[in-house]
């Protein structure tokens, strides 16, 4: 019986691919070329993923493509490992001065791609970049509350903070934290001098201390990497990488299963039986601190009003979303924090599904006859069926939703334009920290910058997480953060729709890859099988 479902499942596999190459057109073919090229070089790793970056500026992004490609590239004072603990990075030590001090050991005779010396002062560099306004960096947040960087000498580095600050290492383990060559930094000032915007030069010529330095990028198609044969630490095991933009899923499994790619990401949920009884590829299956949601504009009508953004968020039955849409991959949300984050508790519960409720909230707030509005998603599969889903459901109180989709660099774009009604994305929390999860969504000083694209802010809320950041008895941030949450919740500025589950393909070609609870790969362990 299971040779048989392993037989069916590869045939269901080979026809996937023969439609894929049907409808692939030039770009399959291009792909087949690239795939045959493959075959005869063992230390060649490709990725087939959905989307493109929208810059490989880590200062500018906010979104795990950018970071998945940025990831190789440059490294952090600190990060963490397999279990979300803060190890060293290009700091081997530090220790806390006092309330407000850090105090860093840098790793010695570590360079950037380009030759330059990573330092002390490049520290100083990097971080002074990331709060300067104008550079206007969407990581501002993460360090707004740094008050000075302090050169003590070659390898030694301060950090101090205007206030108490709890999560400063997390925060410094954010690809935010990415030490870019002071060279490269020095080039963008130039170009922003020059007209172009802050982190152009950056994106287009992006220059870190990492496993692997980058060659090309060929937007919307492929970026290339190649190994940093002058690593400072263990060095890469494989000699290029190559992530190919491949938005059908089809074709994604197909190469996989042809052996031109060695991973794909994401799997769809009804394809993880396919792919984990074949004999070519498994499915990783990695729980995620991250949240699905649905966000309001509350900067205009009908979403400035608090009744119909719970009437919208109690008309659907997340549960059938999961089962319908990811074949259970995944769990409701209550809220906006994952059972694996900081912060969670058990206690925080949501807006259940009520569609009379729903109805009556509607005709408090004057649209009992319902009204028009759209949603914006990028081309993600699961969230087009999810848009479906609420857009069959709203009829039930009136409203005729458009589903708008666009590629995901420029959706992020003009997401900042303020123009949408709705939209649709995930969080990821990497920090796996309540400050993580909440302050870049909710508070107000990120008002209008994606992912706080619903214009969210309150001063409660803002008080709240503002004492969480600086408590430094566990405790109390936990129930600091509880009744964040229960605010947050209250004034419905999404709909929480779920804390997902990553679902990555991997061929059995290959070992070592690892995809952490934030989505964000670890190539530098991937080798091939001999």
Known sequence: MKNSKKWLSILLLSFTMILAACAGGGNEAESNQQGEAQNGTEKDLVLAVHSDAST?????????????????IFEGLVKRDSENKIIPGLAKEWKVIDDLTYEFILQEDVEFHDGEAFNAEAVKINIERLLDPEVASSKYDYYAMISEVEVVDEYTVRIKTEYPFSPLLAHLSHSGGAMISPKAIEADYEAIKNGQKPGTAISENPVGTGHFKFES??????????????????????????????????????????????????????????????DFATVVQTPSTGLSFIGFNMSKAPFDDVNVRKAVSMIINKQEIIDGVYDGFGIAAEGPLAPKVFGYSEEIKGIDQNIEEAKKLMKEAGYEDGFNAALWTNDNPQRVDTAIILQNALKEINVELTIEQMEFGTYI?????????????????????????????????????????????????????????????????????????????????????????????????????????????????????E
């Open 56 to 72: 490989l500026d880590p200062a500018g992004s906010n979104d795990v493509p950018s970071h998945n490609i940025q990831q190789p």
């Open 217 to 278: 990028w060929t937007p919307g198609e492929e970026v290339k990497l190649v190994k940093n044969d002058d690593y400072w630490g263990e060095g890469a095991l494989v000699d290029t990488v190559t992530f190919k933009i491949v938005p059908e899923s089809g074709t994604r499994n197909a190469d996989l299963e042809r052996g031109f790619v060695h991973i794909v990401d994401p799997v769809q949920p009804n394809e993880v039986p396919q792919l984990n009884d074949s």
């Open 413 to 529: 774009e003009k997401l900042k334009s303020g123009e949408h009604d709705m939209y649709m994305m995930g969080w990821t929390n990497p920090l796996a920290d309540a400050d993580n999860g909440l302050y870049s969504l909710f508070h107000s000083s990120t008002e209008g910058i994606p992912p706080n694209a619903m214009w969210y802010g309150s001063s409660v809320v803002d008080d709240l997480l503002d004492k969480g950041r600086e408590a430094t008895d566990e405790k109390e941030r936990l129930d600091l953060y509880k009744q964040a949450q229960e605010e947050i919740i209250a004034d419905a500025p999404m709909l929480f729709l779920d804390y997902r589950e990553y679902l990555t393909g991997v061929s059995n070609k290959i070992t070592g890859f690892r995809i952490d609870s934030g989505g964000i790969y670890h190539l530098e362990n991937v080798q091939f099988v």
